[in-house]
C-alpha cells in the first residue's frame, strides 16, 4: 500500500491545488493533504479544510489534516530552501512516519523527500496547466476568481446588498449596478412569489426568505467575484412584522446566506408609483420605517443612497468601488 502526502498553506485553495491533488490521488492508495496554518494567518485551518474535504467529498481514499504553528518557531515561506525544507521535514517525518511519497508543485518538493528519505513527484511546477497561484489570487480576485472551485468562492464573495421601501428603485438600480460591474444579481424574490403587497399571507414570507437565500448561494458561484443583490432577509422580516404584526424566524443558514458586505439603503425621497401592486403610499412609507427599525435592531450600517436616480446611481458606484479596493488592500 503506497501511502502519500500533500501540503501547503491553501490561502485560498485553488483549481492547481485541486489539480494537484486529483495527480497525487493517482499516485497511490491512500493520500494525506496537510493544510499549514501559521498564527499570522486570518484564515483559519478549519475554513481551508472545509473547502478541500468539500471539494473531495467523494473521494474515499484521502484525509485533510490541519496544523497550525507559531512562525516563531518554524519559518514561513514558499522558497525552495534546504534549510527550511530541512525544518519542515522533520516535522513532516513525525506526522509521516511510514508514507513513501509525497507530491508537490514546488521545487523544494525535493528537498523535503531528500530529507526524509522518500519519493518525491513534481506535478506542473511551471504552472502550465493552471496559471495561477494563491498569491496572484489574494493580490487580483477579479482576475484570477475562475481559479476558484466553487467550495471556496462563497467565502470570498464580495455582496453588495439594494434595500428600500417599495417605489425607490431597487430593482432599477441592482439592474444598472450588475451590468456597470459585469456582475451577478439577484432579483427580489417576493417579485416572483407574491403578485401584490396587499395580498398574501404570513406563510409566503417563509418561502421568499428560503428562495431568496437559494438564489444567493447559486448567484456566489457566478463570473464575478461581486453580487448585487435587491432586498433581503431583513426586509422580509420587516414585512412580517410590519403586515402580520409577527416575528418571522428563519434558520442561521438563512441569516448566513444573507450577509453581505455593503447595505446601500435608498432613501424614500423620490416620487412614489402606484403600479398596482403596491402598498399605499401612505403604507410605503411607514414601512420604510419598519425597515429601518428592522435593520437597526439587527446591527446592520446602511449607507444612505438619495437624490435622483442618476444621483443615486453615481454614489452607489462610488461606494461599491471603494468596498473593492477596501477588500483588495484587506486581501
Known amino acids: 500500500m503506497v501511502k502519500a502526502f500533500v501540503f501547503g498553506k491553501f490561502l485560498p485553495f485553488h483549481k492547481g491545488h485541486e489539480a494537484m491533488i486529483n495527480f497525487a490521488l493517482t499516485k497511490c492508495n491512500f493520500l494525506t493533504v496537510l493544510v499549514c496554518c501559521s498564527d499570522k494567518e486570518n484564515i483559519p485551518d478549519t475554513t481551508r479544510q472545509k473547502w478541500i474535504e468539500k471539494t473531495f467529498e467523494a473521494e474515499k481514499n484521502i484525509e485533510i489534516r490541519g496544523y497550525n504553528y507559531l512562525e516563531g518557531e518554524l519559518p514561513n515561506t514558499s522558497e525552495s530552501s534546504q534549510e527550511v525544507s530541512k525544518v519542515w521535514s522533520a516535522k513532516f517525518k513525525d506526522f509521516f512516519p511510514d508514507y513513501d511519497l509525497v507530491i508537490t508543485s514546488e521545487e523544494y518538493g525535493s528537498y523535503v523527500a531528500s530529507f526524509m528519505n522518500i519519493k518525491h513527484i513534481a506535478f506542473d511546477i511551471h504552472k502550465q496547466l ?8 489574494r493580490n ?9 472551485p466553487d467550495s471556496v468562492k462563497p467565502d470570498f464573495a464580495i455582496k453588495v446588498v439594494v434595500l ?14 450588475a451590468k456597470h460591474f459585469n456582475c451577478s444579481s439577484i432579483e427580489e424574490v417576493a417579485r416572483d412569489l407574491i403578485a401584490n403587497s396587499n ?5 409566503d414570507l417563509h418561502c421568499v426568505a428560503s428562495e431568496h437565500a437559494k438564489r444567493i448561494d447559486t448567484a456566489v458561484l457566478g463570473q464575478s467575484p461581486l453580487t448585487i443583490i435587491d432586498t433581503d432577509i431583513h426586509i422580509t422580516k420587516s414585512y412580517a412584522n410590519f403586515i402580520f ?3 418571522l424566524e428563519v434558520e442561521s443558514e438563512i441569516y448566513n446566506s444573507n450577509k453581505a458586505d455593503l447595505y446601500l439603503y435608498l432613501n424614500n425621497d423620490v416620487e412614489y ?15 420604510d420605517i419598519s425597515h429601518r427599525e428592522i435593520l437597526q435592531q439587527h446591527n446592520i450600517d446602511i449607507v444612505e443612497i438619495t437624490g ?7 454614489k452607489a458606484v462610488m461606494t461599491i468601488r471603494r468596498l473593492i479596493e477596501t477588500n483588495d488592500r484587506k486581501h
Do not use: M, Y
Not at 435622483?308 to 453615481?314: I, K, S, Y
Open 164 to 177: 428600500g421601501t417599495e417605489s425607490t428603485g431597487k430593482t432599477t438600480l441592482t439592474e444598472r449596478l
Open 273 to 287: 408609483v402606484q403600479d398596482g401592486t403596491r402598498l399605499s403610499e401612505t403604507d410605503r412609507n411607514l414601512l
Open 130 to 137: 493552471f496559471p495561477v497561484s494563491s498569491t496572484a489570487v
Open 308 to 314: 435622483d436616480w442618476e444621483q443615486r446611481f453615481e
Open 245 to 247: 404584526d409577527k416575528t
Open 140 to 148: 487580483d480576485l477579479f482576475i484570477n476568481w475562475n481559479f476558484l
Open 199 to 203: 395580498t398574501f399571507k404570513f406563510d
